[in-house]
């Protein structure tokens, strides 16, 4: 039996809101609350943001790190076959952690991430730092495919789609929409990585099967 | 307020662009088809350089980050020694000793390790925005229609030579006349080798490229290059494929693509040891184990330094923390010189050097190491061994040299799917031929 979120003795945000913000990430964008252990949870309803990450290397259907925010403040975490906890688990996000993801939410939103923008900056930059050994160029091998998704209840949001973020952030750390989306993402999967995630589903064996 | 975070959040709407850098070079795209990307030690002069120095970065997860050393230690010496084998160097599951869910790393760092040294993908792999199973065809860059057309062809496989390509601009260097990425060509400069349609066999239509597929269809059964993408759990790959060995080759041959001038090269890599952010300066090839990549990635800069030809400057390897990785400790096989009779032996008579390949202490692979092994006498001899696979084999070639000296006798069994390869050395002594003179002393 599933331990449900302790959504009930929530702080809620008292502020006014405009009808048409408030389904999505109402709670992302709620006040903080007091900071509380992180607790075990289930998600409910539509994730209001989820993030993908397929590898280049290991490309192939159900082999992507997929993190889910739901609207109840729970995190379902869905670990490929490959990982040492490969399966579904999930996190409730304490308040602070709440205010956190809403902190770098806006950072993002204040700072518009685009793969082509970022690409013609990343240009830019190389060449104003061309010195004595003249343009660099730069590329990832393998690069891992970000996808993130905001939901408005049944309203897809567009998503944001970006390539290598790590890498290109730590090139490039003078553009600031790359930063925005790089400590986003870094925080998102930092949550997949705590010690208390709780399992919501048993894994499937890892396939040993070669093409 | 909040009105205004969603909607400029909304608004970033983006669809990633197909990349166009990567060929069978890194650098390699439209605009320079011919182009070669060398190791971060070459600059443009010959010879014998500066190794190139790799590390284990341990200023995140240390504990993890010192686990890969074995593996790191191995492909080194993998690709140190610039062998490859004809077939067989893939291996699944029972064949390898690789635990059930697990990967294994020092695989995934042999591919990464080739794109740090300047090598790409051989087929479009997923930077191509290709799907599977198309995406195994032949690294190109897209034509003046700006789309890959990728059609495997009446055999049915992507990436062999009779894929049909419309006016995709193929990227990958290929043997001339022969067009089979099976085999290993003369010489490794563009009197054999060519990346232009211009001289592919009557009949081909497309460069292939070694797709363990392409492969198995030309006669070479459980083989891959290296740089081929794509990974999966319980697979090992820790040996050099013929296609690999011919591109690092060839970029050896220098800037001006000629084998057997001064501007051809050699280096060794060298593991320089657990580091706490180093500078690309003290570790050329960085490898971190962190949350940078959700499996492996390489990133590499580049500058050129000549028409055609660019340099790697900054490589960095990164590997997931959270992945199930199987580190390797060491070689999972042992080679070891039995005897080598007589010892010593006059200049010019044949002596026998008997080798045996056993699996390591606690390894557990099924059968028998098998395949080939090279032993040299160090002045220019060498004989090769052909193990069958039988239990408790030993197998033996004949060495003579008219050298007097100890020299230095070195048996490389050069590894067979999930065996790896592995070396041993002794001393034989050829000493001066004894001369009896008619009176009884000598």
């Known amino acids: 039996m599933p331990i449900r979120c302790p959504t009930s003795n929530r702080a809620i945000d008292a502020r006014p809101r405009r009808a048409t913000v408030a389904p999505l990430f109402a709670l992302l964008l709620s006040a903080s609350v007091a900071a509380a252990e992180p607790t075990p949870c289930w998600p409910q309803g539509v994730p209001v943001m989820e993030l993908r990450v397929t590898p280049g290397e290991m490309a192939a259907p159900g082999k992507e790190l997929r993190i889910n925010v739901h609207d109840n403040d729970c995190v379902s975490i869905k670990m490929p076959d490959y990982y040492r906890r490969r399966g579904e688990y999930a996190l409730a996000l304490s308040g602070s952690e709440r205010a956190e993801l809403q902190s770098l939410l806006r950072d993002l939103a204040a700072q518009p991430y685009d793969h082509q923008l970022m690409l013609a900056e990343a240009s830019r930059l190389e060449g104003a730092r061309a010195v004595d050994q003249g343009h660099e160029r730069f590329a990832v091998l393998d690069a891992d495919h970000y996808v993130l998704t905001l939901r408005d209840g049944d309203r897809f949001a567009p998503s944001v789609r970006a390539l290598a973020v790590f890498q290109y952030a730590e090139r490039y750390p003078e553009i600031r929409s790359l930063d925005a989306l790089q400590r986003l993402t870094a925080r998102l999967i930092s949550l997949s990585e705590r010690d208390e995630l709780s399992l919501l589903q048993q894994p499937s064996a890892a396939a040993e099967v070669s093409r | ?442």
């Open chain 2, 1 to 442: 307020m909040k009105r205004i975070v969603i909607l400029s959040l909304v608004l970033a709407v983006l669809v990633i662009p197909q990349v166009a850098h990567s060929g069978a070079y890194v650098f390699a795209g439209a605009s320079s088809l011919d182009e070669v990307t060398h190791a971060r030690v070459y600059t443009g002069t010959g010879g014998t350089l500066t190794p190139l120095s790799i590390c284990i970065d341990i200023s995140v997860n240390p504990a993890l980050a010192v686990l890969a050393e074995g593996s790191v230690v191995n492909a080194v010496n993998t690709f140190n020694r610039l062998r490859s084998v004809p077939n067989n160097n893939l291996a699944f599951n029972a064949n390898t000793d690789i635990p059930s869910g697990q990967v294994d790393f020092e695989s995934t760092l042999l591919h990464e390790m080739g794109h740090c040294q300047g090598l790409a993908h051989p087929n479009h792999a997923t930077e191509s925005g290709i799907a599977e199973p198309g995406r195994n065809g032949t690294k190109s860059t897209v034509g003046t229609n700006a789309v890959f057309e990728q059609v495997a062809g009446v055999d049915g496989l992507h990436g062999s030579r009779d894929d049909l390509r419309g006016d995709d601009l193929n990227l990958h260097w290929y043997i001339r006349n022969q067009n089979n990425p099976g085999l290993l060509p003369a010489a490794f400069d563009t009197t054999t080798m060519i990346r232009a349609l211009t001289a592919l066999p009557g009949g081909h239509l497309f460069a292939a490229n070694a797709d363990r597929d392409v492969l198995n269809a030309l006669g070479f059964a459980n083989t891959e290059a290296v740089m081929q993408q794509g990974a999966f759990t319980r697979e090992a790959q820790r040996i050099l494929q013929h296609d690999d060995v011919t591109t690092l080759r060839l970029a050896r041959a220098g800037s001006d693509r000629t084998q057997g001038n001064a501007d051809d090269y050699t280096y060794q890599l060298q593991y320089v040891g657990q580091l706490n952010n180093p500078t690309s300066e003290a570790c050329n090839l960085r490898v971190r184990i962190d949350a940078s990549t959700g499996f492996a990635v390489c990133s590499v800069g580049g500058v050129g330094i000549s028409t055609n030809n660019v340099r790697v400057t900054t490589a960095n390897l990164a590997f997931n923390n959270a992945t199930n990785w199987y580190f390797t400790p060491g070689p999972n096989t042992v080679a070891q010189i039995v005897s080598d009779g007589p010892d010593p032996s006059t200049p010019g008579q044949t002596y026998s050097v008997q080798v045996r390949v056993t699996e390591g202490v606690g390894i557990v692979i099924t059968g028998e190491p098998r395949g080939t092994v090279e032993v040299r006498d160090g002045v220019g001899g060498s004989c090769t061994i052909t193990l069958a696979g039988t239990v408790g084999e030993i197998g033996s070639c004949n060495l003579n040299t008219s050298a007097v000296g100890t020299q230095t006798l070195t048996a490389h069994y050069l590894g067979f799917g999930g065996w790896d390869s592995s070396l041993v050395t002794t001393s034989h002594v050829v000493g001066a031929a004894n001369v009896i003179f008619l009176n009884g002393f000598e």
